[in-house]
């Protein structure tokens, strides 16, 4: 069974950063980042291939950077320049979800507040 281990996440000031890390079981050619605030649905912010190809949602482009470690299985994301409205769980799991649908790790909460 697949597993995704997300940690890195706190509460931080507004133009703040934070590192996430996400721990994946499995090698997958795409991985992401979601968010979920309070309230919304899930949604993606932004991916990677095993390549380095990587794709942002617009609210965060230039703020936000993906990254991965192919061999360790890890996928990263920095953020930079955070504001109030970045404060979610953020979660990491396989672009487009398909089989792994179901296999959700237990997030990092971010909260973003002065």
């Known amino acids: 069974q697949v597993?995704?281990?997300?940690?890195?996440?706190g509460l931080v000031q507004p133009g703040g950063s934070l590192r996430l890390s996400c721990a994946a079981s499995v090698s997958i050619?795409?991985?992401?980042?979601?968010?979920?605030?309070?309230?919304?649905?899930r949604e993606l912010v932004a991916s990677i291939t095993t390549g380095g190809?990587?794709?942002y949602v617009d609210s965060v482009?230039?703020?936000?950077?993906i990254s991965r470690d192919?061999?360790?299985?890890?996928?990263?994301?920095q953020m930079n320049s955070l504001k109030?409205?970045?404060?979610a769980v953020y979660y990491c799991n396989a672009v487009p979800l398909n089989t792994y649908a179901n296999s959700w790790g237990q997030g990092t909460q971010v909260t973003v507040s002065s």
């Open 3 to 9: 597993q995704f281990v997300e940690s890195g996440g």
């Open 29 to 41: 050619y795409r991985m992401g980042w979601y968010c979920q605030a309070p309230g919304k649905q």
């Open 53 to 55: 190809s990587t794709n």
């Open 61 to 65: 482009k230039g703020r936000f950077t």
């Open 70 to 77: 192919n061999v360790k299985k890890m996928v990263y994301l």
């Open 84 to 87: 109030p409205a970045d404060t």
